[in-house]
Structure formats: structure tokens, C-alpha cells
């Protein structure tokens, strides 16, 4: 099984900078040729997962949260990799029946996410998984959504970790495992 030194190689290699996307001033982290690359993809995919099982490889988690929607992509794969259930938390008016729903802001911008009432079960508990920690403010409206449901974000786990954006202040004390700090 691919390590996270192979997961984290595999990030520095093929993650594609591209500035000024979607606006000026912000430098977007492509990661379609990681995606497209499935060696790197498994590893990523494994090494992303671990965040999901104790140190003995017993699953400490429930569910799988993706946030929309690079976190679609990569958390659907942990979930399957942990064998448990995915859910998707959306942008608002995406998803089809009752739904809690949090407004945050995010690097550029403001955002509204949302998650079915019932997708959480009273007591799950829940990995968070995204490409990008940025602000930090799509990982904690996604741990406010979770709870309004009645379950616990254990944690999140990310690709890379924008840490000039100081985005743990806003996280809290939400553990974070981040294959890649930049």
C-alpha cells in the first residue's frame, strides 16, 4: 500500500499552480493531473483514509463528508477505502429535500453550503474530507452542518493546507491532517 510520502511526492510533482483563477489575486491549486495519474490518485486516496482509522487501524468514524466539489472526488474514494457511507455537502439549491444550510465566507468570496437533514445519524461520527484548506471556512460551516444534525466532526482531511491564510484559527480545535502544507 502506497505511503504518505508517496501521497505527498505525488503532490509536489503534478499540483499545478494557476494565478489569477477564478479571480485576481488568487493562485488556484489544480490537481486534475494528480487525478488523472492513478498511482498518485491511490496514494492520495489511502493516505487520506488513514485520518479515518486509530493508530491500530480501527475505524474511528462513521461517515465520510465531501464538500463541493474537488472534496466529491476525493472523499467518495476514502469512504469506499474505509467502508463506510458518503455524504455530500453542496452548494445551496443542490440538494433535493430538506436540507440544514450554513452561510461563511471564503478566500474570494461568500457561500452558502448545505447538507440533507438526514444524511448524519444523532451520534455518527464524521471525517470531513477536501482538496484545499484555505480560510478554513468551508471546514467549519461543514462541522456546523454535521452537528446540526446530531453528529461529530472527528476530523478533517485535506490535500494541502494554505497556511499563509491562517486557516486553523477558524477551525478551532477540529484536528486536521493535511498531506501537504504550503
Known amino acids: 500500500m502506497p505511503d504518505r510520502r508517496t501521497a505527498q511526492e505525488a503532490l509536489k510533482r503534478l499540483t499545478v499552480d494557476v494565478a489569477d483563477w477564478p479571480q485576481d489575486g488568487v493562485t ?29 487501524g480501527n475505524l474511528v468514524v462513521d461517515k ?53 437533514t438526514d444524511g448524519i445519524a444523532e451520534g455518527e461520527r ?12 468551508t471546514a467549519a460551516a461543514t462541522r456546523q452542518l454535521i452537528e446540526s444534525c446530531g453528529g461529530t466532526a472527528v476530523g478533517a482531511s485535506v490535500l494541502m493546507e494554505l497556511s499563509f491564510l491562517d486557516p486553523r484559527s477558524v477551525t478551532g480545535d477540529l484536528p486536521v491532517t493535511s498531506l501537504l502544507t504550503v
Open 126 to 137: 464524521v471525517l470531513m474530507v477536501d482538496d484545499v484548506l484555505a480560510t478554513g471556512g
Open 64 to 116: 465520510v463528508v465531501g464538500m463541493e466539489a474537488r472534496g466529491f472526488i476525493l472523499a467518495a474514494p476514502v469512504a469506499l477505502a474505509l467502508g463506510i457511507g458518503f455524504v455530500p455537502v453542496r452548494k445551496a439549491g443542490k440538494l433535493p429535500r430538506e436540507t440544514h444550510a450554513v452561510s461563511y465566507s471564503l478566500e474570494y468570496g461568500e457561500a452558502t453550503l448545505e447538507v440533507h
Open 28 to 56: 488556484f491549486k489544480d490537481i486534475t493531473p494528480v487525478l488523472a495519474d492513478h498511482h498518485a490518485f491511490s496514494a492520495i486516496i489511502a493516505a487520506l483514509a488513514a485520518a479515518g482509522r486509530d493508530d491500530h
